[in-house]
């Protein structure tokens, strides 16, 4: 069973949005932080947005102002509303769960390409 998997992804031009969603197999209340990551060919992994359980959001610098991260805990799902995308946003994101005592859970990932 996929644990986590995302959707959303696609070929978008310059200055355009996309929402990228994460449907979870299990309540997402149970998972301490959730998050995006992406990564861009030849480049490491990096994280995007990161949301604490009942608490804060976090965003790499690079998406800030752009991106929003947001949960619909009724559908135990995750969301990411890119906004303003830029050709250097093109990656392959990755949607996370993390929680104490567990291995953390990765999504197989969904392909975003923005160009014109």
């Known amino acids: 069973q996929v644990q986590l998997a995302e959707s959303g992804g696609g070929l978008v031009q310059p200055g355009g949005s996309l929402r990228l969603s994460c449907a979870a197999a299990?309540?997402?209340?149970?998972?301490?932080?959730m998050g995006w990551y992406r990564q861009a060919p030849g480049k490491q992994r990096e994280v995007v947005a990161t949301?604490?359980?009942?608490?804060?959001?976090n965003y790499a610098e690079s998406v800030k102002g752009r991106f929003t991260i947001s949960r619909d805990s009724t559908k135990n799902t995750v969301f990411l509303q890119m906004n303003r995308l830029k050709p250097e946003d093109t990656a392959v994101y990755y949607c996370?769960?993390?929680?104490?005592?567990?291995?953390?859970?990765w999504g197989r990932g969904t392909q975003v390409t923005v160009s014109s």
């Open positions: 299990e309540s997402i209340q149970r998972f301490a932080i």
């Open positions: 949301e604490i359980s009942g608490g804060s959001s």
């Open positions: 996370y769960a993390g929680t104490y005592g567990r291995a953390p859970l």
